[in-house]
């Protein structure tokens, strides 16, 4: 044990001269404390550290030495004599170490580090008051300049704050930066808008060759995007002023209703229906929800995540109130019930469960005839649970469609089956190509959402501490869903594939991988899933064991053929290409069993359609 020993604490010593140790000591500890730093100006910033090197006297076995916060108490770092090394020096490496200061904040010519003074204690001996600041010479530190704007709802799509405008506060505004630097080819700078909805941001112009100016893409769910508020601003000089983003959102009343589930109906098992209601406008507005039950489910109020305010007979009431596309939460414009139904155990496989949902219609709505809905889901028996479905499904295992249509529907369902709730989920869609991707609108979702941009085709779904539970402990709560439209480019010529699926994110775990949902452009009125072979192609046999023949009618030597086999999930199996006679033999190899289709191309323009079955 040591003595004890009493002492009147003093600091012997104290610098803050650039580059010089610091010397204290205390009783049986000394200490020497040496900044150290350096300035890169290919990365426009500096790099200090502090560290400690400390010395204790008259120490044994199991001695400590402890450094600590001088405003918390929280302990920094520590260390056991395990030795019995006398005097046991100590050395603690990085200790303090600040990081990196970049250069716009230099003041003054230097980049200074100032953190908490600490304290070190071993045994009775304390040392109070360690000054840890350094003060780095940066003589020619990188230039930077200012971008300012200011963030707000233009309510007179004119693009100048003016009149009923709206400011927008606290929305971050960001700024990726390429350089040229040998160090480093990008960087970013961020600001907030303050209460008048201005923003002042400072981005680095040493080695900027340009860079971009955006807001969170989330903002792109409400509010289109205008040649006074595009996803991005590119610049290639500083400074810059007035880089306004003018969101326009129409002042038009239009409430939506619609329903979502679960999507999967059993006898006997239990599921939520979300019906909701949303207004794409931005002027509020209050009414009633109603939701019609089908005859052959169970309400129950208690175990429901929003019950209804009343209900009478088989039909359910909401109130909601101020509701508009600047509704405060995660997803800006819906009102969600979400009832706890049970299916009655007399309802069969094949069945099927109707509600309808209708939303009072308040003076001023431009369109009248969204505001009812109505949902019809099929029981079933065995599911994944974790699947995707697309509206209009079309017909045959292509899924084809019209080429008058113009938009889809799609709807991600997710469950939690693990043994724990999930706290937080995310859901990446990738659109295909042949989808607007600026047309994408979210329909409705079960439970609070962020939606964001990650690329240009690439949705992300974010649902932050969501805690969904796990099927085992709450079976009907332990679903979700997202929906939204897209709409399809113009023109896509006959034969044109949709296909979209998505992934699904349980906290850390892989991602599940939905079922890929198929849309063909079909020809004229559509291929229907019964028909084996377009007027155009024939096959013989079909279906076929080993080799079949594929014969072109009407074949025109002067033209350059090639045929494309594809699988029911869309995928490019094979491709024939210079074809010189009317009469293909074709050998299944390496095919499984299954049903394929074949589409004839002339000159890379699809001509026919057709399908092959193999057994």
Request: contains cysteine; charged residues 10%.
């Amino acid at each position: 044990m040591k003595k004890i020993k009493f002492y009147v604490i003093v600091i012997l010593c104290y610098f803050t001269t650039n580059g010089n140790a610091q010397f204290y000591s205390q009783g049986d500890i000394q200490l020497m404390f040496q900044p150290t730093g350096s300035h890169d100006s290919s990365i426009c910033g500096s790099q200090i550290q502090l560290f400690y090197a400390i010395t204790i006297q008259n120490s044994f076995v199991g001695d400590s030495v402890q450094v600590k916060d001088m405003f918390n108490g929280i302990i920094i770092y520590q260390e056991v004599n395990i030795s019995g090394q006398n005097p046991w020096n100590v050395f603690a490496p990085n200790f303090m170490a600040s990081g990196f200061i970049s250069d716009n904040q230099v003041a003054g010519g230097f980049a200074n580090l100032f953190a908490p003074p600490s304290k070190v204690i071993s045994g009775s001996d304390t040392i109070y008051n360690i000054a840890n600041f350094y003060s780095l010479p940066v003589p020619n530190p990188c230039s930077y300049g200012n971008i300012t704007g200011k963030i707000y709802v233009d309510y007179n799509n004119d693009c100048v704050f003016n009149g009923t405008d709206v400011p927008l506060i606290s929305i971050g505004a960001s700024s990726s930066i390429t350089l040229n630097s040998p160090s480093v080819n990008y960087t970013t700078s961020s600001a907030y808008s303050d209460g008048s909805g201005n923003y002042n941001m400072q981005i680095q112009e040493s080695w900027m060759t340009g860079y971009n100016v955006s807001i969170p893409s989330q903002y792109q769910f409400i509010f289109p995007l205008t040649t006074c508020s595009p996803a991005y601003y590119n610049f290639n000089s500083l400074p810059q002023s007035n880089v306004d983003f003018s969101l326009q959102c129409s002042s038009n009343l239009d409430i939506r209703c619609a329903i979502g589930s679960n999507g999967i109906i059993r006898p006997g098992i239990p599921f939520t229906l979300f019906p909701y209601v949303n207004n794409t406008g931005c002027n509020a507005t209050s009414g009633v929800l109603k939701l019609v039950l089908d005859p052959n489910v169970v309400y129950d109020a208690a175990l429901s995540s929003n019950p209804a305010s009343s209900i009478v007979g088989d039909t359910l009431f909401w109130n909601y109130s101020n509701l508009s596309n600047l509704s405060n939460g995660m997803y800006w414009n819906s009102f969600f019930g979400g009832i706890y139904l049970t299916p009655s155990n007399s309802v069969n496989i094949g069945d099927t469960l109707c509600f309808q949902a209708f939303a009072d219609v308040p003076i001023g709505d431009v369109d009248n005839s969204n505001n009812t809905a109505t949902i019809c889901l099929p029981v079933v028996n065995s599911y994944d649970p974790n699947m995707k479905e697309v509206s209009p499904r079309g017909t045959g295992v292509m899924g084809n469609i019209p080429p008058t249509t113009t938009e889809l529907n799609y709807t991600i369902h997710f469950q939690n089956t693990g043994t724990a709730p999930a706290y937080n989920i995310s859901i990446v869609d990738t659109l295909d190509s042949p989808i607007q991707t600026a047309s994408l609108e979210i329909l409705g979702t079960s439970h609070a959402m962020i939606p964001q941009w990650i690329g240009t085709n690439i949705v992300k779904f974010n649902y932050y501490n969501i805690s969904l539970p796990d099927s085992t402990s709450n079976e009907a709560n332990s679903h979700g869903f997202v929906s939204f439209k897209v709409k399809l480019n113009n023109a896509l010529p006959a034969g044109t594939m949709i296909l979209n699926k998505a992934n699904i994110f349980f906290d850390s775990n892989p991602s599940i991988v939905t079922n890929t949902t198929t849309n063909t452009i079909s020809l004229n009125t559509g291929i229907e899933e019964s028909s084996d072979l377009s007027s155009g192609i024939s096959v013989y046999p079909n279906p076929f064991t080993e080799n079949t023949t594929i014969v072109i009618n009407n074949y025109d030597s002067n033209k350059t053929y090639s045929i494309e086999l594809i699988d029911v999930f869309g995928k490019r199996i094979q491709i024939i290409s210079s074809i010189s006679s009317s009469k293909i033999l074709f050998s299944r190899r390496s095919l499984k069993n299954g049903i394929y289709f074949i589409k004839v191309y002339d000159s890379q323009i699809l001509m026919e359609v057709g399908k092959l079955v193999v057994k």
